[in-house]
């Protein structure tokens, strides 16, 4: 065992473990879980230790306590089956934090080149992704305004004209995706702030401002990561207050 391994806390490796027991055992959003008691068992340690274990993964949805039912897999859990090379943990915020510093690097040269050699087409589809981020957010359709979001930024990683970013992006999407199905923005105000960092990018590509353009996207991803802690820690609250 390494020495980062060794002075993880307990609940941070059982958090692991029931996260690859949802996988192995290919169990879905809805399928009942093993008891907390069964799962200690299993798993080789304290059930006082499944409990924060599992506080951290309803925190995130992985999995969701039903009073007088048991516990059940939660949502996003599909994203887990995926192999990728970097074993991610999506409970472990210095990980998420780096994936979000990688992600506005990533983002910030996109955007600087698409302001260089975005064509009409793709600044046209842009622009359709922010306006169907604005439709789907003033009628609270989060299925539409996620679908906007991808859009958007799959073609800002085109619009690069650099087929490694935009490998890079659908890659760093998914692992992304195991972390922001928090419904985050699925309030109007953020959602709303959302397609105007959209737009702001946008305008960049328009002027050809790529210094302007990168600026904006690097941004408008470190304060999706700033939301993301936002609610995490608000979560974790409300299950102690609640225990």
Do not use: C
């Not at 009942?32 to 274990?53: F, H, I, N, W, Y």
């Not at 306590?65 to 897999?73: D, H, W, Y």
């Not at 994936?99 to 260089?116: G, I, Y």
Request: proline letters at 3%; aromatic letters at 6%.
């Amino acid at each position: 065992m390494s020495t980062e391994e060794e002075y993880r806390p307990a609940y941070e490796r059982v958090v692991d473990e029931i996260i690859v027991l949802i996988s192995t055992r290919d169990l879905k959003p809805g399928d009942r879980l093993p008891t907390e008691t069964e799962m200690a068992k299993e798993l080789g340690t304290s059930q006082r230790t499944v409990r924060e274990a599992l506080k951290m993964l309803s925190a995130i949805g992985r999995v969701k306590a039903e009073r007088g039912r048991g516990l059940f897999v939660g949502r996003g859990t599909e994203s887990l089956r995926g192999a990728h090379p970097v074993p991610f943990r999506p409970t472990d915020m210095d990980q998420i934090a780096a994936l979000f510093r990688f992600r506005a690097v990533q983002e910030r040269e996109s955007a600087t080149l698409a302001a260089q050699h975005a064509t009409p087409k793709e600044v046209m589809a842009l622009d359709e992704a922010v306006e169907l981020g604005r439709t789907s957010a003033a009628n609270h359709d989060w299925e539409a305004f996620t679908r906007a979001d991808e859009k958007f930024h799959t073609t800002l990683a085109e619009s690069s004209h650099n087929i490694f970013f935009v490998d890079a992006v659908v890659r760093i999407r998914e692992l992304q995706a195991q972390v922001t199905f928090l419904e985050l923005g699925q309030e109007v105000h953020e959602a709303e702030r959302a397609v105007r960092e959209h737009a702001d990018i946008l305008d960049a590509i328009r002027e050809g401002d790529s210094q302007s353009a990168g600026d904006r996207a690097a941004h408008h991803v470190r304060r999706t990561l700033e939301d993301y802690r936002f609610e995490i820690e608000r979560r974790l609250l409300a299950l102690n207050s609640a225990s």
